[in-house]
């Protein structure tokens, strides 16, 4: 008899997709697009990850024609460190 998945795996994985759901307000549609587009771009240490790494940032702001580079910088931050403290909170 083959053994399909209990429903309660099934409804974790349910929970977890709805979880992985967001909505971006349009304003800050930009500053979510780069923070991805700098996904490759973390620099790590033995003690884990310390931040991204400006210098792409400024590449990809000129290759992108950002108009305002600061704003997005300053977005970029709110978001790399939230993502920081969950990143090294999971590797410790």
Do not use: H
Request: charged content about 20%; proline content about 2%.
């Amino acid at each position: 008899m083959a053994k399909g998945m209990d429903p309660g795996e099934i409804n974790a994985m349910r929970k977890a997709a709805k979880a992985a759901e967001f909505e971006v307000w349009e304003e800050n549609w930009e500053t979510v697009v780069m923070f991805m587009r700098m996904q490759t771009q973390w620099n790590a240490s033995m003690g884990g990850v310390t931040g991204l790494n400006y210098s792409s940032l400024e590449y990809l702001c000129r290759l992108y024609s950002v108009k305002d580079p600061v704003s997005l910088f300053e977005g970029i931050q709110v978001m790399e460190v939230t993502a920081l403290a969950s990143l090294n909170k999971r590797n410790s």
